[in-house]
């Protein structure tokens, strides 16, 4: 397994970068090329102390940034260590491609430098989410932010093959995110689609879900578009920052409470440590043909490691290819679908002509 | 001050929505009408040993539930509590209606029955969320899931004039809830009204705002559709559910933080209060010419009542007639708009003939 490491873009790169490609190196059964500024790389890890000889290195001048276009990636910006890393995964020069930097272009690139399976329309940013009892995997938690009921259906298939896949479930269940759970419940998009996915016979949908009980554990797959997905998923992480805030407060008011927080201690951190969105490590882009996981972009050394593992996992896990058959098989009925129009359109001019 | 309280409908109703009456009626300095099924009311005065002289009361058979069509508040049911009490308020025999009944036949009374402010196109359902800082108002959080970005202008008027006055803030900050914060970001719908927005003098806004931000206290007023607002709202309240869950798994892991938990109990309840929405009481219908005030569907006595105290406030602080004087203004302005382009046409058409 090797594993090309995009250690410029983010807000700490390349210092956190490096150190958490450093940490995985030593952790993980895989090879790694880092892909970034060659100085800046020598630099640090001088610093710190880093052997850089079990690195392959390919030094890049340019770096992608946030205020980016995402299209630079395949123009302007096609020096750039995004740029030349998605080149060389697609080109087979490695297995699987990490980056914290700017998400539109990462995903502008995967979908035109690596491409997508065959038979997929738009590809999907999956991310885990912490929830009262198992993991749930929602996408798109933000590369499409209008997609059509089609398009989540594939997205609901997709994420159906990744949590079977990554979190060991025979049939994992499948909601639709929506303002409600009644049928007639959305926009014209939700009401479609939930329609659509009740017919869908490779998923277990369990129908429409809320954003009251997906954090309790309402199901292990939830689909929306990429609007709603990066509003849900940034609307948990600000509520459990404004709580996690008030409980320091509650813990810190005074002499008692203080005494109380010192015996909470370790109890409270692995509270911390399961809401951390972190602790999953990066999102894979569904539905592109080779592995690229996205890091947060305020990912530390720590996290960028989980991204770094994560991208391990999904390129052993077999995921791409399962997607690829399921894409077959939607372009098998989108096939039969034609052709059942055009003979229906064939007997109704011939059934015209009969009466003319 | 006359409130008329829908005590049907809603999931305790009528047993925590009359005992919420009733605590108000000891409270407040207000009379109060009490709509629905008399036979019930009587029955459960007399199980709690309520006084009900206090009270007048309406007897309405129907009761409108939760999977009633919304139009049913003007046509099948008429004869509902809802209706009823909707007719009352629209013929001033109160100054306020505060239901905890089926959100969609609520609203659409109040805009059919109560109608409302002239110049307003789309009412809207303000939301007061709790966050780290100052508490802040989301609108729309319900009833209209698809808005254009002239409609989600009104929503930021009405929202900064509800805060102004609720608050008693001079300028509160407008965000519009978005996924990202740059200019580019969102649906044509986001990106539209985030330019809107920008060149409105009305209103003290600061951009797009993000959910991460929103709960740490980014501004006082937060502008979507309805779709987006009901999911985001839900979510705050999922996530808070699974924090305040895990933290009682925390509390309750072993005797020694079984202790700290009773050290901790009042800073604890006293957090837990601080991000429970039903302190809040009741949402009012922002736009709608008479105060109708929605009190959450699962309301016990205290929520009700808490609404009911909401209503009151709302009534007497002034809203609607600041939101009626904005919307005089909008109407000001598009008919100017429209003079202009009349004027355009025709001075096009005479230069059109000038050279014919």
Chains 1, 2 share one sequence.
Do not use: W
């Amino acid at each position: 397994m090797r594993i090309i490491v995009d250690v410029m873009g983010g807000d700490h790169a390349p210092l956190e970068t490096l150190k958490g490609a450093y940490a995985a190196s030593k952790e993980l059964n895989a090879s790694f090329i880092l892909v970034g500024d060659r100085n800046e790389i020598d630099r640090i890890a001088e610093e710190q102390g880093f052997d850089l000889r079990r690195f392959d290195i390919v030094h890049t001048p340019v770096v992608m940034t946030m205020e980016d276009d995402p299209l630079s990636v395949v123009r302007a910006k096609k020096e750039s260590s995004m740029s030349v890393g998605l080149h060389m995964l697609a080109d087979g020069k490695g297995d699987a491609f990490v980056s914290t930097g700017n998400t539109g272009a990462l995903f502008t690139g995967a979908t035109l430098i690596v491409r997508k399976v065959r038979g997929i329309q738009r590809a999907a940013i999956g991310t885990i989410l912490p929830t009262a009892v198992d993991p749930c995997v929602l996408l798109d938690t933000g590369a499409n932010v209008t997609v059509t009921d089609e398009q989540l259906e594939q997205f609901a298939v997709m994420g159906s093959v990744y949590a079977r896949k990554m979190f060991d479930m025979r049939s994992p269940s499948v909601g639709l995110l929506n303002n409600g759970t009644e049928d007639h419940k959305g926009t014209p998009l939700q009401i479609a689609a939930h329609q659509r996915l009740k017919a869908c016979d490779s998923i277990c949908y369990i129908g429409n879900v809320e954003g009251s009980t997906v954090p309790l554990g309402a199901c292990n797959v939830v689909v929306t578009d990429g609007f709603t997905g990066n509003v849900f998923l940034k609307t948990m992480e600000g509520t459990s920052k404004m709580i996690l805030k008030a409980l320091k407060g509650a813990l810190t008011k005074n002499g008692i409470t203080k005494l109380s927080a010192l015996l909470l201690k370790s109890s409270i951190q692995e509270m911390r440590h399961k809401f951390d969105a972190s602790e999953y490590g990066g999102s894979p882009f569904l539905g592109i043909s080779k592995p690229v996981v996205k890091a947060h972009g305020s990912s530390d050394a720590r996290a960028f490691c989980n991204a770094i593992r994560a991208a391990v996992t999904y390129a052993e896990s077999g995921v791409i290819y399962d997607i690829a058959e399921e894409a077959e098989g939607f372009l098998a009925r989108r096939r039969a679908e034609r052709e059942e129009q055009a003979a229906n359109a064939q007997s109704e001019i011939s059934a015209g002509g009969g009466e003319a």
